[in-house]
């Protein structure tokens, strides 16, 4: 299937996309009493916004295949480099150009923080953001509530250890 066959089928069928809320912890820095940063990718194209890797599912893609996939081709972060969090998983609900999209979003921590990240040509930015930058980044409310809810489930698994 070309490219160009593969966006008409997208278009044609549900817009679904999934990704990840890829977030490091900073190490060897104290105090800062948050040290979770979270991933965000500025799109080349469009408006520019800034949303965590993410795209759209191919077709007969599981949703966790899709979003490694497209975490890999977009900021160059493979399986080898996350660590996928259990017990998280948020799916939006909103319109693109008037058709339903619905996005799922799984968490997955970097590895390494020093990890380099690498854009493809889809995006010309990328941001590592303490959570109120993020939400400033993001704006979309219920992509704020996402990253509000993955730094709260983030911090209660640390309170855990
Ligand atoms: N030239 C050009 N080309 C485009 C354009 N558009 C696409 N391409 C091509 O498609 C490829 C991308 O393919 P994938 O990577 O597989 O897809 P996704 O990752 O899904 O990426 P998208 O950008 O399609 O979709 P969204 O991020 O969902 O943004 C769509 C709208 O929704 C808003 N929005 C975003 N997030 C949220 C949220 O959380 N909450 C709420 N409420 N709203 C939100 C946002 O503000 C925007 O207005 C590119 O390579 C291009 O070739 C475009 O405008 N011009």
Request: charged letters at 30%; a negative charge; one cysteine or more.
């Amino acid at each position: 299937m070309t490219s160009t066959q593969r966006r008409k089928c997208q278009w044609e069928m549900a817009l679904r996309a999934c990704g990840f809320i890829v977030f490091r912890r900073l190490v060897g820095c104290f105090p800062p009493p948050d040290k979770i940063e979270f991933l965000l990718l500025q799109t080349s194209y469009g408006k520019h916004h800034w949303t965590p890797p993410k795209g759209h599912v191919d077709p007969g893609e599981d949703d966790l295949t899709t979003a490694l996939r497209e975490t890999k081709e977009e900021a160059g972060l493979g399986a080898e480099h996350l660590r996928v969090i259990d017990g998280f998983i948020h799916e939006l609900h909103y319109e693109v150009r008037g058709k339903p999209k619905e996005v799922l979003y799984r968490l997955a921590e970097l590895r390494d923080p020093g990890t380099a990240v690498t854009l493809s040509n889809e995006h010309q930015d990328y941001r590592w953001a303490k959570l109120e930058e993020a939400c400033t980044l993001a704006q979309h409310e219920d992509m704020q509530e996402t990253l509000r809810a993955a730094h709260r489930h983030v911090q209660a698994q640390q309170d855990k250890q």
